[in-house]
């Protein structure tokens, strides 16, 4: 308490640990504070930014991570207003979508909820259910008239990639499992999974609905049906309508924003600090020591902007029941390839790109049609085309060298879009535990870590993808939330001396 008093007027200091998009907006939110405490960021790579990246090919420089965000979120359309930059956003010149599916590309329904139909028309036009499928599928009309469906039913189960269904808490469910128990393995395998799996890069059989889809997890227990209550959420679930894009990102890449904070950030003076890697952290008396290689850190606050795994590691030996609940959280690797064609040696459709479901047993599973979504890209002749592969639970391409990764891409692609010949370029990035998974019962996981960051000596918060949601909005959100809490734990401190 001594210690404490005798800081009482001195500016305090808050490490954030982790330059990547989750701990620069920590950084920019403590930087906003009046008074300003004194900010500390420590990344251990040699640049800032994360999975924010840029790269070159056939003189282009496209985004190798993430290549835009979701515009409705306000957290990142927000900041790149504060940071001056908003003027540079740009939408995609291109919209809708298709998935690989029954021996061909088929357009995605245009009622969607996120990846759940909410008419069984516009399902049963898009030819991308069977027969069978579409009859399942209807059942879901008859609401609370019609059987009521087990927890998992047979077809999901017996159809599903990966380990089974994890079965529904009292306050929460797996989505695949309520998809498929009112609309079929199907609707599940083919929309389901692509579409909100393919976002976490992870199976919708074992992923949390009260995480990645609350409103699916509310509409499974009114009555009409999923589908009709999907299409009319309750009044609190509902998205207000906005004349604004889906997407949005900066002309020049995702990286521009990862650019303008660190300007920023170095014009309020915060001391950004790359190729730096923090060892562990200890609580030193209500205050953090941060080890370095050959050198410490002292804060009196501290966020956290590493991935769950890394972070259990930092916090062992200080707060061990908290890594204990950070360690469990898995994730998955992915690799992401931008290719370069010849236009005149392919075949593109109008859209931005298609989804590959798990059951076609492909290594891909996706394709952006690069050059048409993003209409500044174009040059004529020339086609840029991004692919992805890599699920949780599908390591397959980890065990490929990239020239071998390539070519298994381009040679599932060539019968889709009609590939005469290879890419003229191509830059492959592959990135290792890239994905957290959100596993039934995730949201009471993050709400048992929160609370034992709460109840420690000295003032500590969590940032990043791991929490409440892998998007670039939600990560930016994170950030500015974690710091907002450390620097509320600083500021009640204080007044209780």
């Given at each position: 308490?001594?210690?404490?008093?005798?800081?009482?007027?001195?500016?305090?200091?808050?490490?954030?640990?982790?330059?990547?998009?989750?701990?620069?907006?920590?950084?920019?939110?403590?930087?906003?504070?009046?008074?300003?405490?004194?900010?500390?960021?420590?990344?251990?790579?040699?640049?800032?930014?994360?999975?924010?990246r840029s790269g070159t090919i056939a003189?282009?420089?496209?985004?190798?991570?993430?290549?835009a965000f979701v515009a409705r979120r306000?957290?990142?359309?927000?900041?790149?207003?504060?940071?001056?930059?908003?003027?540079?956003?740009?939408?995609?010149?291109?919209?809708?979508?298709?998935?690989?599916?029954?021996?061909?590309?088929?357009?995605?329904?245009?009622?969607?909820?996120?990846?759940?139909?909410?008419?069984?028309?516009?399902?049963?036009?898009?030819?991308?259910?069977?027969?069978?499928?579409?009859?399942?599928?209807?059942?879901?009309?008859?609401?609370?008239?019609?059987?009521?469906?087990?927890?998992?039913?047979?077809?999901?189960?017996?159809?599903?990639?990966?380990?089974?269904?994890?079965?529904?808490?009292?306050?929460?469910?797996?989505?695949?499992?309520?998809?498929?128990?009112?609309?079929?393995?199907?609707?599940?395998?083919?929309?389901?999974?692509?579409?909100?799996?393919?976002?976490?890069?992870?199976?919708?059989?074992?992923?949390?609905?009260?995480?990645?889809?609350?409103?699916?997890?509310?509409?499974?227990?009114?009555?009409?049906?999923?589908?009709?209550?999907?299409?009319?959420?309750?009044?609190?679930?509902?998205?207000?309508?906005?004349?604004?894009?889906?997407?949005?990102?900066?002309?020049?890449?995702?990286?521009?924003?990862?650019?303008?904070?660190?300007?920023?950030?170095?014009?309020?003076?915060?001391?950004?600090?790359?190729?730096?890697?923090?060892?562990?952290?200890e609580d030193a008396g209500g205050r953090?020591?941060?080890?370095?290689?050959?050198?410490?850190?002292?804060?009196?606050?501290?966020?956290?902007?590493?991935?769950?795994?890394?972070?259990?590691?930092?916090?062992?030996?200080?707060?061990?029941?908290?890594?204990?609940?950070?360690?469990?959280?898995?994730?998955?690797?992915?690799?992401?390839?931008?290719?370069?064609?010849?236009?005149?040696?392919?075949?593109?459709?109008?859209?931005?790109?298609?989804?590959?479901?798990?059951?076609?047993?492909?290594?891909?599973?996706?394709?952006?049609?690069?050059?048409?979504?993003?209409?500044?890209?174009?040059?004529?002749?020339?086609?840029?085309?991004?692919?992805?592969?890599?699920?949780?639970?599908?390591?397959?391409?980890?065990?490929?060298?990239?020239?071998?990764?390539?070519?298994?891409?381009?040679?599932?692609?060539?019968?889709?879009?009609?590939?005469?010949?290879?890419?003229?370029?191509?830059?492959?990035?592959?990135?290792?535990?890239?994905?957290?998974?959100?596993?039934?019962?995730?949201?009471?996981?993050?709400?048992?870590?929160?609370?034992?960051?709460?109840?420690?000596?000295?003032?500590?918060?969590?940032?990043?993808?791991?929490?409440?949601?892998?998007?670039?909005?939600?990560?930016?959100?994170?950030?500015?939330?974690?710091?907002?809490?450390?620097?509320?734990?600083?500021?009640?401190?204080?007044?209780?001396?």
């Open positions: 308490m001594q210690a404490a008093r005798a800081r009482k007027d001195v500016t305090p200091t808050v490490a954030v640990v982790g330059g990547g998009i989750s701990g620069l907006a920590a950084a920019w939110e403590l930087s906003s504070y009046k008074p300003k405490p004194r900010v500390v960021l420590l990344e251990a790579d040699r640049r800032l930014g994360g999975k924010i003189g282009h420089q496209v985004d190798l991570g993430p290549d306000e957290e990142a359309t927000s900041l790149c207003r504060e940071l001056g930059i908003d003027d540079e956003l740009v939408s995609p010149g291109a919209l809708g979508a298709f998935v690989w599916a029954r021996g061909r590309l088929r357009p995605l329904p245009g009622s969607l909820a996120v990846g759940v139909p909410t008419r069984l028309g516009d399902l049963a036009r898009s030819g991308i259910l069977g027969p069978a499928g579409v009859l399942r599928a209807s059942l879901d009309l008859l609401g609370p008239l019609g059987p009521r469906w087990p927890a998992c039913s047979p077809d999901v189960a017996l159809g599903s990639e990966g380990p089974g269904f994890v079965s529904a808490s009292s306050d929460d469910c797996a989505v695949g499992e309520i998809v498929g128990s009112r609309l079929g393995g199907q609707v599940v395998r083919r929309l389901a999974d692509p579409l909100i799996g393919g976002i976490h890069a992870g199976p919708v059989s074992t992923m949390s609905a009260g995480a990645v889809f609350p409103s699916l997890l509310h509409a499974r227990n009114r009555p009409g049906g999923l589908m009709r209550a999907l299409r009319n959420p309750e009044p609190d679930e509902r998205v207000r309508p906005t004349p604004a894009p889906v997407f949005l990102a900066p002309r020049s890449g995702m990286e521009r924003i990862v650019e303008a904070l660190a300007e920023k950030l170095g014009e309020r003076d915060v001391d950004l600090r790359t190729n730096v890697e923090v060892m562990n952290v953090w020591t941060l080890g370095l290689r050959g050198a410490t850190v002292d804060a009196d606050g501290l966020v956290l902007a590493v991935p769950a795994s890394r972070c259990a590691d930092l916090v062992n030996g200080s707060l061990p029941e908290l890594s204990k609940l950070l360690a469990p959280i898995e994730y998955s690797s992915v690799a992401l390839a931008t290719m370069a064609f010849d236009e005149s040696t392919l075949r593109l459709l109008d859209g931005t790109g298609f989804l590959v479901p798990a059951e076609q047993g492909a290594i891909l599973t996706a394709c952006t049609w690069m050059t048409s979504k993003w209409p500044h890209l174009r040059r004529p002749g020339e086609v840029l085309i991004r692919t992805s592969c890599g699920r949780f639970g599908d390591d397959r391409f980890s065990r490929l060298s990239d020239d071998h990764l390539v070519q298994r891409m381009v040679d599932e692609l060539r019968p889709v879009l009609g590939l005469q010949n290879g890419p003229t370029d191509v830059n492959l990035t592959r990135w290792n535990e890239a994905f957290p998974q959100y596993r039934v019962g995730h949201p009471r996981l993050v709400q048992a870590i929160e609370h034992l960051c709460r109840e420690g000596s000295a003032p500590v918060s969590l940032a990043g993808a791991a929490y409440h949601g892998v998007g670039i909005p939600a990560c930016i959100g994170s950030g500015r939330r974690a710091a907002s809490a450390v620097m509320e734990r600083l500021r009640n401190d204080q007044a209780l001396l």
